[in-house]
Protein backbone atom coordinates (compact mmCIF):
# COMPACT_ATOMS: atom_id res chain seq x y z
CA UNK A 1 0.00 0.00 0.00
CA UNK A 2 1.41 3.54 -0.66
CA UNK A 3 2.09 6.11 1.88
CA UNK A 4 -0.34 8.49 0.41
CA UNK A 5 -2.77 7.59 -1.86
CA UNK A 6 -4.82 10.28 -3.67
CA UNK A 7 -7.46 9.03 -6.02
CA UNK A 8 -10.09 10.66 -8.14
CA UNK A 9 -9.81 13.49 -5.96
CA UNK A 10 -12.67 16.80 -7.19
CA UNK A 11 -12.44 19.95 -5.05
CA UNK A 12 -15.14 22.97 -6.17
CA UNK A 13 -14.83 26.13 -5.12
CA UNK A 14 -17.33 28.76 -4.74
CA UNK A 15 -16.22 32.18 -5.48
CA UNK A 16 -18.48 35.37 -6.16
CA UNK A 17 -21.45 33.05 -6.67
CA UNK A 18 -19.82 31.07 -9.24
CA UNK A 19 -18.06 27.23 -8.41
CA UNK A 20 -14.80 26.98 -9.81
CA UNK A 21 -13.67 23.45 -10.23
CA UNK A 22 -9.65 23.26 -8.79
CA UNK A 23 -9.21 19.58 -9.06
CA UNK A 24 -10.54 17.37 -11.56
CA UNK A 25 -10.18 13.70 -10.35
CA UNK A 26 -6.56 13.90 -10.04
CA UNK A 27 -4.84 11.15 -8.55
CA UNK A 28 -1.17 10.72 -7.19
CA UNK A 29 0.45 7.86 -5.30
CA UNK A 30 3.63 8.36 -3.06
CA UNK A 31 5.36 5.30 -1.63
CA UNK A 32 6.94 5.33 2.25
CA UNK A 33 10.26 7.42 1.37
CA UNK A 34 9.58 8.66 -2.65
CA UNK A 35 10.63 12.03 -3.07
CA UNK A 36 7.99 13.26 -5.65
CA UNK A 37 7.87 17.35 -7.37
CA UNK A 38 4.39 18.13 -8.33
CA UNK A 39 4.39 20.92 -11.05
CA UNK A 40 2.33 23.16 -12.89
CA UNK A 41 1.45 26.33 -13.91
CA UNK A 42 -0.18 28.90 -11.61
CA UNK A 43 -4.11 27.65 -10.94
CA UNK A 44 -3.48 24.26 -12.02
CA UNK A 45 -4.18 22.45 -8.33
CA UNK A 46 -1.09 22.43 -6.85
CA UNK A 47 -1.94 24.14 -3.86
CA UNK A 48 -5.43 22.61 -3.71
CA UNK A 49 -4.06 19.28 -3.68
CA UNK A 50 -1.62 19.73 -1.09
CA UNK A 51 -4.11 21.27 1.33
CA UNK A 52 -6.76 18.66 0.87
CA UNK A 53 -3.97 16.01 1.66
CA UNK A 54 -4.12 17.64 5.17
CA UNK A 55 -7.66 18.09 5.00
CA UNK A 56 -7.15 21.78 5.23
CA UNK A 57 -9.03 23.16 2.78
CA UNK A 58 -10.61 26.51 2.85
CA UNK A 59 -14.48 26.79 3.58
CA UNK A 60 -14.92 27.76 0.02
CA UNK A 61 -14.07 24.65 -0.87
CA UNK A 62 -17.62 23.08 -1.28
CA UNK A 63 -17.35 20.25 -2.54
CA UNK A 64 -14.94 17.39 -2.31
CA UNK A 65 -15.30 14.13 -4.20
CA UNK A 66 -12.75 11.12 -4.10
CA UNK A 67 -10.32 9.75 -1.40
CA UNK A 68 -7.09 11.23 0.33
CA UNK A 69 -5.15 8.28 2.52
CA UNK A 70 -2.51 8.91 4.46
CA UNK A 71 -0.93 5.55 5.34
CA UNK A 72 -4.19 4.07 4.76
CA UNK A 73 -6.54 6.32 6.85
CA UNK A 74 -9.21 8.05 4.72
CA UNK A 75 -8.16 11.64 5.54
CA UNK A 76 -11.53 13.00 5.05
CA UNK A 77 -13.50 10.62 7.29
CA UNK A 78 -11.09 10.74 10.28
CA UNK A 79 -12.73 12.20 13.58
CA UNK A 80 -11.25 15.56 14.42
CA UNK A 81 -8.96 13.90 16.97
CA UNK A 82 -7.23 11.43 14.94
CA UNK A 83 -6.92 13.82 11.91
CA UNK A 84 -5.06 15.93 15.01
CA UNK A 85 -2.63 13.04 15.84
CA UNK A 86 -2.24 12.00 11.70
CA UNK A 87 -0.92 15.78 11.74
CA UNK A 88 0.87 16.26 14.77
CA UNK A 89 3.02 12.82 14.59
CA UNK A 90 2.67 11.16 10.64
CA UNK A 91 2.16 14.84 8.19
CA UNK A 92 4.46 17.69 8.07
CA UNK A 93 3.25 20.51 6.14
CA UNK A 94 4.87 23.66 5.10
CA UNK A 95 3.74 26.61 3.09
CA UNK A 96 4.75 29.25 1.22
CA UNK A 97 4.37 31.87 3.98
CA UNK A 98 6.20 30.64 7.23
CA UNK A 99 4.81 33.20 9.36
CA UNK A 100 1.67 32.21 8.69
CA UNK A 101 1.50 28.42 9.80
CA UNK A 102 3.34 30.00 13.05
CA UNK A 103 1.63 31.12 15.75
CA UNK A 104 2.45 35.39 16.14
CA UNK A 105 1.50 35.82 20.34
CA UNK A 106 3.95 32.84 21.39
CA UNK A 107 7.34 32.06 21.44
CA UNK A 108 8.90 30.16 19.33
CA UNK A 109 10.28 27.71 22.04
CA UNK A 110 6.48 26.89 23.22
CA UNK A 111 5.30 26.54 19.53
CA UNK A 112 8.10 23.58 19.22
CA UNK A 113 7.00 22.50 22.32
CA UNK A 114 3.20 21.75 21.47
CA UNK A 115 5.10 19.30 18.94
CA UNK A 116 7.72 18.39 20.88
CA UNK A 117 5.56 17.40 24.20
CA UNK A 118 5.95 20.09 27.58
CA UNK A 119 9.17 18.15 28.79
CA UNK A 120 11.13 18.90 25.76
CA UNK A 121 14.12 20.93 27.42
CA UNK A 122 15.78 23.86 26.52
CA UNK A 123 18.65 21.58 24.92
CA UNK A 124 16.27 19.42 23.02
CA UNK A 125 14.41 22.28 21.51
CA UNK A 126 17.77 24.03 20.32
CA UNK A 127 18.79 20.43 19.01
CA UNK A 128 15.74 21.00 16.52
CA UNK A 129 16.72 24.32 15.33
CA UNK A 130 19.92 23.24 15.62
CA UNK A 131 19.07 20.50 12.77
CA UNK A 132 17.53 22.96 10.47
CA UNK A 133 20.99 25.32 10.41
CA UNK A 134 19.58 28.03 12.64
CA UNK A 135 22.70 29.77 14.26
CA UNK A 136 22.46 30.95 17.90
CA UNK A 137 19.15 27.77 18.49
CA UNK A 138 18.40 29.44 21.85
CA UNK A 139 18.27 33.19 20.87
CA UNK A 140 15.35 31.94 18.17
CA UNK A 141 13.88 29.26 21.22
CA UNK A 142 13.13 32.99 22.63
CA UNK A 143 12.14 34.83 19.79
CA UNK A 144 8.25 35.71 18.01
CA UNK A 145 7.74 35.16 14.68
CA UNK A 146 7.82 39.03 13.33
CA UNK A 147 11.34 38.63 14.64
CA UNK A 148 12.79 36.60 12.05
CA UNK A 149 13.81 37.37 8.90
CA UNK A 150 11.62 34.70 6.12
CA UNK A 151 14.59 32.32 5.89
CA UNK A 152 14.72 31.87 9.38
CA UNK A 153 11.14 31.59 10.22
CA UNK A 154 10.99 29.27 7.17
CA UNK A 155 13.73 27.16 8.61
CA UNK A 156 11.61 26.70 12.42
CA UNK A 157 8.25 25.71 9.85
CA UNK A 158 10.43 23.18 8.77
CA UNK A 159 11.64 21.93 12.47
CA UNK A 160 8.26 22.15 13.53
CA UNK A 161 6.80 20.18 10.39
CA UNK A 162 9.78 17.61 10.91
CA UNK A 163 9.89 17.44 15.05
CA UNK A 164 8.24 14.11 15.38
CA UNK A 165 9.90 12.43 12.25
CA UNK A 166 6.61 12.49 10.13
CA UNK A 167 5.74 9.95 7.05
CA UNK A 168 5.35 12.67 4.75
CA UNK A 169 6.17 16.25 4.68
CA UNK A 170 4.23 18.06 2.31
CA UNK A 171 5.77 21.65 1.27
CA UNK A 172 4.23 24.11 -0.74
CA UNK A 173 6.43 26.45 -2.68
CA UNK A 174 8.21 27.06 0.96
CA UNK A 175 11.16 28.67 -1.16
CA UNK A 176 9.15 30.77 -3.04
CA UNK A 177 9.57 33.76 -0.83
CA UNK A 178 13.01 33.76 -0.70
CA UNK A 179 15.76 34.90 -2.41
CA UNK A 180 18.10 32.52 -4.42
CA UNK A 181 20.97 31.79 -2.26
CA UNK A 182 18.76 31.70 1.26
CA UNK A 183 16.42 29.06 -0.93
CA UNK A 184 19.09 26.41 -1.63
CA UNK A 185 20.16 26.05 1.60
CA UNK A 186 16.17 25.44 2.58
CA UNK A 187 15.79 23.17 0.14
CA UNK A 188 18.76 21.40 1.02
CA UNK A 189 17.77 21.62 4.69
CA UNK A 190 14.46 20.29 4.00
CA UNK A 191 15.64 17.37 1.66
CA UNK A 192 18.80 16.33 4.14
CA UNK A 193 16.21 15.92 6.89
CA UNK A 194 13.93 14.12 4.99
CA UNK A 195 16.29 11.60 3.97
CA UNK A 196 17.73 11.13 7.51
CA UNK A 197 14.37 10.45 8.79
CA UNK A 198 13.12 8.29 5.88
CA UNK A 199 9.94 10.88 5.39
CA UNK A 200 8.69 11.14 1.88
CA UNK A 201 8.55 14.25 0.07
CA UNK A 202 5.62 16.39 -2.26
CA UNK A 203 6.88 19.42 -3.18
CA UNK A 204 4.41 21.32 -5.20
CA UNK A 205 6.14 23.54 -6.86
CA UNK A 206 6.42 25.84 -10.25
CA UNK A 207 9.58 25.61 -10.79
CA UNK A 208 10.39 22.52 -12.97
CA UNK A 209 13.78 22.55 -13.01
CA UNK A 210 14.09 23.43 -9.63
CA UNK A 211 12.36 20.22 -8.58
CA UNK A 212 14.18 18.12 -11.38
CA UNK A 213 16.74 18.68 -9.38
CA UNK A 214 15.66 17.65 -6.12
CA UNK A 215 13.03 14.88 -7.07
CA UNK A 216 13.28 11.62 -8.35
CA UNK A 217 9.75 11.61 -9.83
CA UNK A 218 7.60 14.58 -11.15
CA UNK A 219 4.37 14.75 -11.72
CA UNK A 220 2.67 17.29 -14.01
CA UNK A 221 -0.61 18.86 -12.95
CA UNK A 222 -2.52 20.62 -15.58
CA UNK A 223 -6.59 22.08 -15.52
CA UNK A 224 -7.22 20.43 -11.79
CA UNK A 225 -4.88 16.67 -12.99
CA UNK A 226 -2.25 15.13 -12.86
CA UNK A 227 -1.35 14.30 -16.74
CA UNK A 228 1.96 13.13 -16.64
CA UNK A 229 4.10 11.44 -13.64
CA UNK A 230 7.57 9.50 -14.23
CA UNK A 231 11.17 10.04 -13.78
CA UNK A 232 12.50 13.69 -13.51
CA UNK A 233 14.57 13.36 -16.77
CA UNK A 234 12.08 11.70 -18.80
CA UNK A 235 9.11 14.60 -17.74
CA UNK A 236 12.34 16.95 -17.98
CA UNK A 237 13.03 16.16 -21.70
CA UNK A 238 9.59 15.78 -22.81
CA UNK A 239 8.75 18.54 -25.08
P1 LIG B 1 -0.75 29.61 -5.32
O1 LIG B 1 -0.54 29.56 -6.79
O2 LIG B 1 0.49 29.40 -4.53
O3 LIG B 1 -1.92 28.77 -4.86
P2 LIG B 1 -2.46 31.87 -5.39
O4 LIG B 1 -2.05 33.29 -5.56
O5 LIG B 1 -3.16 31.13 -6.46
O6 LIG B 1 -1.14 31.10 -4.97
O7 LIG B 1 -3.34 31.73 -4.08
C1 LIG B 1 -2.99 32.34 -2.88
C2 LIG B 1 -4.13 32.11 -1.87
O8 LIG B 1 -5.35 32.62 -2.40
C3 LIG B 1 -4.37 30.65 -1.58
O9 LIG B 1 -4.71 30.51 -0.21
C4 LIG B 1 -5.55 30.27 -2.44
O10 LIG B 1 -6.33 29.24 -1.83
C5 LIG B 1 -6.32 31.58 -2.51
N1 LIG B 1 -6.98 31.74 -3.80
C6 LIG B 1 -6.48 31.46 -5.02
N2 LIG B 1 -7.36 31.73 -5.97
C7 LIG B 1 -8.47 32.20 -5.35
C8 LIG B 1 -9.73 32.64 -5.80
N3 LIG B 1 -10.07 32.63 -7.09
N4 LIG B 1 -10.62 33.08 -4.88
C9 LIG B 1 -10.28 33.07 -3.58
N5 LIG B 1 -9.11 32.66 -3.09
C10 LIG B 1 -8.21 32.22 -3.97
P1 LIG C 1 -2.01 26.35 -7.95
O1 LIG C 1 -1.54 26.06 -6.57
O2 LIG C 1 -1.52 25.38 -8.97
O3 LIG C 1 -1.80 27.77 -8.34
P2 LIG C 1 -4.66 26.36 -6.82
O4 LIG C 1 -4.96 25.07 -6.17
O5 LIG C 1 -4.26 27.50 -5.93
O6 LIG C 1 -3.59 26.11 -7.97
O7 LIG C 1 -5.92 26.86 -7.66
C1 LIG C 1 -6.68 26.02 -8.51
C2 LIG C 1 -7.92 26.77 -8.95
O8 LIG C 1 -8.77 26.99 -7.83
C3 LIG C 1 -7.64 28.16 -9.53
O9 LIG C 1 -8.62 28.39 -10.52
C4 LIG C 1 -7.84 29.07 -8.34
O10 LIG C 1 -8.22 30.37 -8.74
C5 LIG C 1 -8.97 28.38 -7.59
N1 LIG C 1 -8.87 28.60 -6.13
C6 LIG C 1 -7.82 28.29 -5.34
N2 LIG C 1 -8.08 28.59 -4.06
C7 LIG C 1 -9.33 29.09 -4.03
C8 LIG C 1 -10.18 29.57 -3.00
N3 LIG C 1 -9.78 29.58 -1.72
N4 LIG C 1 -11.41 30.01 -3.33
C9 LIG C 1 -11.81 29.98 -4.61
N5 LIG C 1 -11.08 29.53 -5.64
C10 LIG C 1 -9.85 29.09 -5.36
Given at each position: EPLLDVRGLVVDYAANGRRVRALDEASLSVPAGGTVGVVGESGSGKSTLGAAVGRLLPPSAERVGGTVRVAGAPVFELAPATLRRMRRERLGMVFQDPVASL????RIGAQLRLVLGRRADKRVLASHLERVRLRDPREVARAYPHQLSGGMAQRVAIAMAMAAGPELLVADEPTAALDAQVREEVLDVVFSLAADAGTAIVWLSHDLAAVARRCARVAVMYGGRVVEDGPAGQVLTRP
Open positions: DPTK
